[in-house]
């Protein structure tokens, strides 16, 4: 299987130019490439929305169960269902890579959106515990078969632009959950239930719009040949698990790296956004109204940045590209943590998600084509939810330093200590760049 997916998936050089321009591609693009990408998109984006609901929803959460709402996104968030989405990226990409795109995303799909639905109705800490963890299986499996769908058909010169606005699916998930927690969320009787209903009814037309499209053309003509060879449904498993050890045998330094660059990828992440409203109501003494807005024009960057990395990538190459918005971070670390006005610091925000997202946007094809040939819904996928896992504790390190780099702001005419967590996340954002 991996000699003939090998042969319908060209990968591209390190550092070779685009063959053509994106018009050339565009040109290529068929409706069907068109709504595969769409679907593979809208996947990701439900995902994000959903996940995101829990740090927007922190506050409501709180006073529903009685408990601190660092117990509840260290709990929830950070441990249970970052350790479970292992699991589903491992489960899921199997699924997809031995029988295909179209019904594992779709199942997947739905499973989301039971467990999102499931979560509007508990009533305690315990129950909402438990459903947020069988989310997490849910979850890991998306982000490999969401990015496979959207971008192995797409042609060749499109890949990068493709993958830099498929990965921000995250951020639009992130801005879409800001704009109903600010909108809808207040004037429902209901609060924060409301976001796990409007999340599953993304999840639910995701899943019904993937089922209604067509398996992916790459994995039909792979399939084709299998066919062609008469080898007995119980055989083919037998080669798929064969190759698959086969793989983590021969490749086990690339399994390894991409772990790690993983890992040093959603430090980044979760570095510079986990933390962020908190931040800035805590450290700088904005409003939570003020901090939501500036995470959303934060988000609007990332957006914009992603798109631009991913097509810029087309031309410099996947890692030079990585290499260069990964810099521009670093450079707009001093305006996102020194001003104190909240345009400066929105300003800031809008830079550093612009790097950091924009560093992501190379990401998907970079892993898609660093992937062995038969394994692009696994091993991304898996490699990406392994480096999220090691990752979970970055809203932890930053939380506890900002208790011992306190600094002081002034409150009703009184300098009153508080977190220090702009020193905190510029070393933190500085190191984790270096890495």
């Known amino acids: 299987m991996s000699r003939i997916l090998n042969s319908f998936i060209p990968k591209r050089e390190e550092g070779a130019s685009a063959s053509g321009s994106i018009v050339d591609g ?49 709990d929830d968030c ?4 970052l350790l479970f989405r292992s699991v589903g990226a491992i489960f899921f990409g199997v699924l997809s890579d031995r029988y295909g795109r179209r019904w594992p995303l779709t199942f997947n799909l739905l499973l989301c959106c039971t467990f999102s639905l499931a979560t509007s109705f508990t009533q305690t800490f315990n129950q909402f515990l438990a459903v947020r963890s069988l989310f997490g299986v849910a979850m890991g499996g998306i982000w490999g078969l969401a990015a496979s769908t959207a971008l192995e058909n797409l042609p060749v010169e499109l890949r990068g632009l493709g993958s ?15 704009v109903v927690n600010l909108t809808i969320v207040p004037h429902s009787p209901h609060k924060w239930r409301a976001m796990f209903w409007t999340g599953s009814s993304l999840l639910f037309t995701s899943a019904v719009l993937r089922s209604l499209l067509p ?16 080898t007995e449904s119980s055989r083919k498993t037998q080669i798929f698990m064969k190759e698959l050890k086969q793989m983590l045998k021969q490749h086990w330094k690339l399994c390894i790296y991409a772990v790690l660059l993983m890992a040093g990828f959603n430090f980044m992440s979760h570095g510079s956004q986990d933390l962020y409203p908190t931040y800035l109501q805590k450290s700088k003494g904005f409003s939570a109204r003020d901090a939501t807005i500036s995470t959303i024009v934060g988000n609007c960057g990332a957006i914009a940045g992603g798109a631009i990395a991913g097509n810029t990538s087309q031309y410099l190459g996947r890692r030079l590209t990585i290499i260069v918005f990964v810099l521009l971070v670093g450079a707009f670390v001093p305006l996102w943590i020194l001003p ?68 002081y702001v002034m409150e009703n005419g009184k300098l009153t200590a508080v977190p220090g967590y702009a ?13």
């Open 78 to 81: 950070n441990h249970l269902t």
């Open 423 to 435: 020193k905190v996340q510029g070393i933190f954002i500085g190191v984790v760049a270096v890495l």
């Open 26 to 74: 565009l040109k290529k693009l068929t409706w069907l490439q068109r709504a595969q990408f769409f679907t593979g998109w809208l996947a990701w984006t439900c995902d994000a929305f959903d996940f995101f609901s829990v740090a927007l929803s922190l506050p409501m959460l709180s006073e529903q169960f009685n408990r601190p709402t660092s117990s509840i996104w260290s």
């Open 164 to 178: 830099g606005i498929v990965q921000q699916g995250y951020a639009c998930g992130y801005l879409f959950a800001a």
């Open 215 to 230: 398996e992916s053309a790459v994995f039909l003509r792979a399939k084709a040949i299998e066919e062609a060879k008469h």
């Open 340 to 407: 104190s006005s909240f345009s400066a610091l929105t300003a800031g925000a809008f830079c550093v998600q612009f790097g950091v997202q924009g560093a992501w946007g190379v990401i998907p094809i970079q892993l898609a084509e660093m992937s062995p040939p038969a394994f692009r819904a696994t091993f991304p996928g898996v490699a990406y939810q392994l480096g999220n896992m090691i990752s979970a504790a970055s809203a932890q390190i930053e939380a506890a330093g900002g208790k011992n780099f306190q600094t």
